[in-house]
């Protein structure tokens, strides 16, 4: 047990249907087991960058916390209120929950990459500490936006323990579980797949559209085009896909980045091979003897690896195996919220 108390401040609704989020309602739920004192803070939505209104609220919400308290924010908001930061770092202990840098979302114009990057950059020089989900992310952290390497903890997402898939499936059934945005590249996922029309398969695509509908509309119509809406099916956002990993046999998800990819880590714990671009922490997460990685935005190559594991059982049995031992080692959300608590608990008594 433990007297440590937090605010932690997200943007917008904790329940939103992404990663992120989910990170973030785990992380509090377990902080709270261990007997730490979470109060929540819901700020308004910050994205793309908040306008003065939101600013002020903000600040607003910010400065009625005491003096020296412990706040986490998430990197959503944090990384584009470098002025309420700056503003605040002496007051308050400010620590960055960053998912991944704001400024390698896909489809930015420059100008406005270069402002999340700065921004982004100010506001974690703030931070008495950065909490990052991925090696890969702490490394680009201290390359790309100048945090010193001892302010970082890296605490990998949790995964729960599920019963294994059984792989068993005929015609061979694909899982994507994301959101439906440009940096998941579900556009480069189904070129692949209308290339592969001659082999039996079935996929789904799990996750919504609500971040950007005229993108995730775009995709529906591309498969109507390609006249593959009875192989491809969009099957919305989910609470919960453990059902869904159960009942598949491959998972498949090009991303063009990823700060970690939940995902990834959930496909394992069900023991499913993976297919996916080299990208981002990708690597980090699936070991090569359960995964085929290609380049990203190749469809070519992406099809070829699909087609690869579609026409193998063997290669399918052996990334199975893979992946089933690679669960073993997955961290618990004990183990994450753990190693949180601990870089808290420091920033509170320094």
Known sequence: MTDLSIFFAFPGDLETPTGG?????????????????????????????????VRKAVRQTLAAL????????????????????????QRLRLVALCHHPLALET???????????DSERRALNCARATVVTSEHTRQILIDQFAVPAANIVVALPGTDRVPFAPCD?????????????????????ISALASLENLPWQA????????????????????????????ICFAGTMDDAEVE????????????????????AEALAAGLPVVAARS???????????????????????????????????????LQAG???????????????GIVARRLEEVRSA
């Open 169 to 189: 499936g005929d015609p061979v059934r694909l899982l994507t579980v994301a959101s439906l945005i440009r940096r998941k590249a579900h556009d480069i996922l």
């Open 66 to 89: 005491p003096d020296r308290s412990v706040v986490v924010i998430d990197g959503l908001a944090f990384g584009v209120l470098d002025d309420v930061a700056v503003a605040e770092a």
């Open 323 to 337: 992946a089933r031992h690679a669960a073993a080692t997955l961290p618990s959300w004990t183990d994450s919220a």
């Open 280 to 318: 981002g922490a990708v690597p980090e997460v699936v070991p090569e003897t359960a995964c085929l990685l290609v380049a990203p935005d190749d469809s070519s190559a992406l099809a070829e690896a699909l087609r690869r594991l579609m026409t193998s059982e063997s290669l399918r049995r052996r």
């Open 21 to 53: 989020y989910r990170y973030d309602r785990r992380l509090i739920a377990e902080l709270r087991k261990m007997g730490v004192t979470v109060e929540t803070l819901a700020l308004p939505h910050c994205s793309p960058m908040p306008d003065q209104q």
């Open 204 to 231: 789904r695509f799990v996750g919504g559209g609500d971040f950007d509908p005229a993108w995730a509309m775009s995709l529906r119509e591309r498969v109507n085009r390609l006249e593959l809406s009875q192989r």
């Open 107 to 117: 489809g930015l114009a420059r100008r406005q990459r270069q402002a999340l990057l």
């Open 245 to 264: 990993y159960r009942q598949a046999d491959v998972f498949v998800l090009p991303s063009r980045f990823e700060g970690y990819g939940m995902v990834f």
